[in-house]
């Protein structure tokens, strides 16, 4: 089973619902922001929790496989760029651990739940960087497959969520042109260069386009969560519009697609492309990724490693919390 957190149950009907319910699914219909303190379906926080936690996993373990450049970058600036891209991932983590806490989750118990492989991340940072040119692929296809799902889910039902995409959007379109402008300058330079900038497309094509999910047709949870204007748009829908805004920026720097199916469908008005390995992306998903176990060990070190930082903190909020009365006091 490929989904495990919160099976979606099936939509209920009009009837089916109850007062509470009914009236819920009014607000969200009518475009109303749901607030942490309103009332709201146990499905729907679920729903929440599951994706916005994952969603914060995926900025914090994303950081990875860009950190593992910043020491190697080209030049001082490429360094400069890159950490304070790496930076920002961590603020949108932050910032999403924070929406999903409103829901009465801690984020102890969230990255609990990562570390022993009972929540998800994206699928995407599961995969290598192998070369300098990476950096610039993951810049432009990953950040813009990103931005792609993100840019909708500003207007996201959930208040706190919205809010957070809203910010996160705005850095994660800089994030987006520094990989396109890292193309750029490869696909330009040396043949060597340009071989390398084809060599990351190349293997950043396919993870990209499963960064979507998987097809409509398997994904159990969207029609819910469309429902609930948890997401916006389908799985396909987004991995659509996607490859139709990528197309021509390869062609611009000169690169190409690596699928022989890829071709300009003058009816739909889209790319029509092949289908990514799903087969691959189940066997990412169960743990059998390229860098999953890498990744995962990472994070643990990471936790470990500041766990003197976060008892300090603690031990200083409590002195700071029995203290505060007395103050009061005199
Ligand atoms: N990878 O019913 P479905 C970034 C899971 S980070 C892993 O379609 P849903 C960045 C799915 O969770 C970008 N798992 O699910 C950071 C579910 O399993 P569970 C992260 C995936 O939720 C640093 C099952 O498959 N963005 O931008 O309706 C550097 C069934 O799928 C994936 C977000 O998280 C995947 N690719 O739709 C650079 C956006 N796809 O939970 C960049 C917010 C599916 O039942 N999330 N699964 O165990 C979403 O929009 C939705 O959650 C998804 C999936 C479209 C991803």
């Known amino acids: 089973m490929y989904a495990q957190m919160v099976k979606s149950e099936g939509m209920k009907s009009g009837e089916e619902m109850s007062p509470e319910e009914k009236a819920f699914q009014e607000r969200i219909d009518r475009g109303d922001k749901i607030e942490p303190k309103d009332w709201m379906p146990d499905g729907y926080r679920k729903t929440l929790v599951r994706q916005i936690g994952q969603h914060a ?19 001082l600036e490429r360094k400069a760029i890159l950490l304070a891209k790496v930076q920002d991932e961590a603020g949108h983590g932050l910032y999403l651990y924070s ?7 801690s984020r102890d118990e969230l990255i609990e739940k990562l570390h022993d492989g009972r929540m998800k991340y994206s699928s ?14 993951v ?28 910010r996160i959007c705005k850095e994660e379109s800089f994030h987006q042109r520094q990989g396109f402008a890292v193309m750029m300058k490869m696909a330009s330079g040396t043949p060597e260069q340009k071989a390398m900038a084809q060599d990351a497309l190349n293997r ?11 097809s409509d047709k398997d994904s159990v949870h969207s029609a819910q969560s469309m429902a609930w204007k948890i997401k916006m748009n389908t799985n396909d829908e987004l991995r659509q519009k996607f490859v139709d805004q990528t197309v021509p920026q ?25 289908e990514p390995d799903w087969t691959e992306f189940f066997e990412v998903l ?12 990472a994070r643990r070190k990471a936790w470990d490693d500041g766990a003197w930082f976060r008892d300090g903190l603690n031990a ?13 006091a005199e």
């Not at 995969?127 to 610039?136: F, K, V």
């Not at 200083?316 to 009061?328: D, G, N, T």
């Open 99 to 105: 929406a999903a806490e409103t829901l009465g989750v």
């Open 250 to 274: 390869a062609e611009y720097l000169g690169l190409t697609i690596p699928d022989d199916k890829l071709a300009w469908n003058e009816e739909k008005g889209g790319y029509d492309f092949s």
């Open 139 to 166: 810049g432009w296809l990953v950040d813009g497959a990103a931005i792609m799902n993100q840019v909708p889910l500003q207007r996201t039902s959930f208040g706190p969520y919205s809010r957070a995409m809203i």
């Open 316 to 328: 200083y909020a409590e002195k700071r919390a029995r203290r505060a009365p007395l103050a009061a």
């Open 286 to 297: 169960k743990g059998n990724g390229p860098c999953n176990r890498e990744r995962i060990a």
């Open 124 to 137: 995407i940072f599961n995969y290598p960087t192998l070369t300098w040119a990476d950096m610039g692929a």
């Open 57 to 75: 996993h995926s900025e914090i373990v994303g950081q990875l496989p860009e950190g593992n450049w910043i020491t190697r970058a080209p030049t």
């Open 204 to 214: 950043f094509w396919f993870p990209s386009l499963m960064m979507f999910g998987p």
